[in-house]
């Protein structure tokens, strides 16, 4: 599951000073955009539904798929935006029990770091790859029944849960495990409420556990601070059922409240600055289709997108003071909206029920990229960079497939990535990146000269 804007860069750099030509403050981003339907199915006959979307950067994602009871589960790897997919994983293996056969079924997926990929199924089983998933090893735990929602906050720490009350939870990416059941923790916080039931989990951080549970009148936030070792229950944020962390401090829930006419349900947004002690509800409105929130990603601290059933989207690119609907593509496009993740506010994917993944991306009208398109040179912003590097192209390279290579003052190729019908500004992660001074080069239509352009560009952390 994706608390991937939170863990894109951190600990990786402090500060990014680029020798390219500098351009003035961060684009503003707004709800307007273009959707595209990414059809991430291997065979149109299958009965498709998306348990699970996590993506690492703009264009890097991975996308697990339920086939159905015969055909098992499969995953999916994009490293250009969805335009090309790769299997990454497909299952055919069954289980016997008696004289009943059925595939390991694979209900959750995270996709935490480059070639790490994790998968939570049945019977307390994990499977994990380290190699962008050529090869598969499998963790078995003690435990009998399935594992639920997943989070990795890299590719060491992370925890699941079982349905009911207990969690699980690794700092060796799986190789080992511990567990907590918080059943008496709950029924000691409020013994007079009908049970809870753990309904998210989110790592927010290498120490720092949450989880979310739920019960028919209540909500519970259950958090440890010092890796599973001791943990403390806070009253939660009322009809919210999912949440995602920007920070170990800053977070988000969504879901619905009753609005007492049949199953309709009222769209609620939490908001939390003390690590989930303490919850503010920003929105609270009816809107039609009345059936709550489901899912909710950041891209940063401004940029939000939560999510429903039947097309309902909603966008923030205010740090959530406001939120709004997004015209949406088409009702036989966009259905029942499953997962969401929000790598970069420029771009965001969103799981359909019926195996479908859609992208949208962001229209951007700022100053600083109108003038940097219409400039003959190559840009490179903000300065400094936390987590990811801008790159704007000269109009002349916009719209034209070109590559763009990162190389360090030895002259070994550091990255190299066939860049698809350019836009006129782009991304790359730096994460990763070692402290020291990198030339960037990109080119288009070949490699001559007046097709190609330079900058440099220094991680210092």
């Known amino acids: 599951m994706n608390s991937q804007s939170q863990r894109i860069g951190q600990g990786y750099m402090s500060a990014l000073i680029l020798f390219c030509a500098i351009v003035g403050s961060a684009p503003v981003f707004g709800q307007a955009g273009t959707w595209t339907l990414i059809d991430a199915r291997q065979h149109p006959r299958f009965s498709t539904v998306i348990f699970g979307i996590d993506c690492i950067a703009p264009d890097d994602c991975a996308v697990m798929i339920n086939l159905g009871a015969e055909f098992g589960e499969m995953v999916r790897r994009t490293d250009d935006a969805g335009r090309g997919w790769r299997n990454a994983f497909f299952d055919t293996t069954v289980t016997g029990v008696g004289r009943t056969f059925r595939h390991l ?52 720490f992370g925890l699941a849960y079982i349905k009911g009350t207990r969690i699980v939870h690794t700092t060796d990416g799986w190789l ?10 709950l029924s000691n916080y409020d013994p007079d409420v009908p049970p809870y039931g753990i309904n998210d989990i989110k790592q927010i951080s290498p120490d720092s556990m949450i989880a979310l549970c739920v019960s028919k009148t209540s909500r519970l936030i259950v958090r440890s601070t010092d890796g599973g070792e001791s943990w403390e229950a806070f009253k939660g944020p009322p009809g919210c059922r999912y949440m995602h962390f920007v920070t170990a401090q800053e977070g988000w829930a969504v879901g619905g409240v009753s609005t007492g006419l049949g199953h309709r349900l009222r769209d609620q947004i939490c908001h939390t600055t003390d690590g989930g002690v303490t919850w503010e509800m920003v929105y609270d409105e009816e809107v039609e289709p009345a059936f709550g929130l489901w899912r909710v990603d950041f891209a940063d601290r401004l940029h939000g997108i939560a999510v429903g059933n039947l097309r309902k989207i909603y966008f923030t690119s205010d740090g959530g003071r406001t939120w709004r609907q997004p015209a949406v593509p088409p009702t036989e496009v966009l259905h029942n909206i499953l997962r969401v993740s929000y790598p970069t506010p420029r771009r965001a994917y969103i799981g359909n029920s019926n195996g479908d993944v859609i992208r949208w ?7 600083t990229e109108r003038a940097a398109a219409a400039t003959t040179g190559l840009r490179c912003y903000p300065q400094p960079a936390e987590d990811e590097l801008r790159i ?61 352009y330079s900058a440099s560009y220094v991680i210092s952390k």
């Open 105 to 156: 079924t694979h209900w959750d997926l995270a996709y935490p770091a480059a070639k790490h990929i994790f998968l939570a199924c049945d019977s307390g089983v994990v499977r994990r790859s380290s190699d962008d998933g050529r090869s598969w090893q499998e963790t078995q735990t003690e435990y009998i029944n399935r594992f639920h929602n997943f989070d990795m906050y890299d590719a060491n």
């Open 176 to 185: 080992s495990w511990r567990s907590r059941d918080l059943e008496s923790i």
């Open 361 to 367: 991306d962001a229209q951007t009208t700022t100053v």
């Open 392 to 452: 704007a192209l000269p109009a002349a390279a916009a719209g034209k497939d070109g590559v763009l290579v990162i190389r360090d003052l030895l002259g070994r190729r550091i990255l190299s990535r066939t860049v698809a019908s350019a836009l006129p500004a782009f991304d790359i992660s730096t994460r990763g990146l070692a402290a020291g001074q990198y030339l960037l080069h990109y080119s288009y239509d070949g490699d001559a000269g007046a097709n190609s």
